[in-house]
């Protein structure tokens, strides 16, 4: 069985520096773009940044640009979140997301919390 999980949110102060990490199992992803999203509350679900195969490129929405890096270790089978100087409006429920095929993400996490205080 195919999972991801998410980890690493929390609730912490605007400026602060959080790093999420999406786990996965049941089957390798290095070969497979792999991406982070979010969703505030009572917005649509935005792409945050998508991390190409073999990790070899990445591009960002432009509101975290220059503040969130993606990365991954493949001998982990783990992508990472790297985000710097939040914001209140960096508010949401941040989910990975693995395998982009016929338009979508074949595999997706439960999510994890992140709260940013002003």
């Known amino acids: 069985q195919v999972q991801l999980v998410e980890s690493g949110g929390g609730l912490v102060q605007a400026g602060a520096s959080l790093t999420l990490s999406c786990a996965a199992s049941?089957?390798?992803?290095?070969?497979?773009?792999m991406a982070w999203f979010r969703q505030a509350p009572g917005k649509e679900r935005e792409l945050v940044g998508v991390?190409?195969?073999?990790?070899?490129?990445?591009s960002y929405a432009g509101s975290v640009k220059g503040r969130f890096t993606i990365s991954r270790d493949n001998a982990k089978n783990t992508m990472y979140l790297q985000m710097n100087s939040l914001k209140p409006d960096d508010t949401a429920v941040y989910y990975c997301?693995?395998?982009?095929?016929?338009?979508?993400?074949?595999?997706w996490g439960q999510g994890t919390q992140v709260t940013i205080s002003s």
């Open positions: 049941g089957r390798t992803f290095s070969g497979d773009l």
């Open positions: 991390n190409s195969a073999n990790g070899g490129s990445t």
């Open positions: 997301a693995a395998v982009y095929r016929r338009g979508q993400y074949a595999y």
